[in-house]
């Protein structure tokens, strides 16, 4: 499966923006999607994940209440809804797939597609 994010930008602290990641290549709704995100200095961490029918989502800690990870199967598209976003947000935010196992795998290594990444900056 192929994967291009797109969406980030410049934006102030307390605005919302919407990424989306569309995908081509094989069955959307067989793979499980996954956002992570990298700030500049650090590894790369997991924001969000949601399973293949789009029914169940799990979300890291920092971001859960705010963010709001959902798909779009018909399209081929999933997405991130953030909402009050903070300085902190700022990063790289990358979709990934993984096309087994189920839905929940938090670590980075367990996602063998990604797409490109889109920047969100966030400035105070």
């Known amino acids: 499966v192929q994967l291009q994010a797109f969406g980030g930008g410049l934006v102030q602290a307390g605005d919302s923006l919407r990424l989306s990641c569309a995908a081509s290549?094989?069955?959307?709704?067989?793979?499980?999607m996954g956002w992570f995100r990298q700030a500049p200095g650090k590894e790369r961490e997991f924001v969000a994940t949601?399973?293949?029918?789009?029914?169940?989502?799990m979300y890291a800690s920092s971001v859960k209440d705010r963010f709001t990870i959902s798909r779009d199967n018909a399209k081929n598209t999933l997405y991130l809804r953030m909402n009050s976003l903070k300085p902190e947000d700022t990063a790289v935010y990358y979709c990934?797939?993984?096309?087994?196992?189920?839905?929940?795998?938090?670590?980075?290594?367990?996602?063998?597609?990604w797409g490109q990444g889109t920047l969100v900056t966030v400035s105070s």
């Open positions: 949601v399973s293949g029918s789009g029914s169940l989502a």
């Open positions: 290549g094989r069955t959307f709704s067989n793979y499980v």
């Open positions: 990934a797939a993984r096309s087994s196992g189920s839905y929940g795998n938090t670590d980075p290594n367990g996602y063998p597609y």
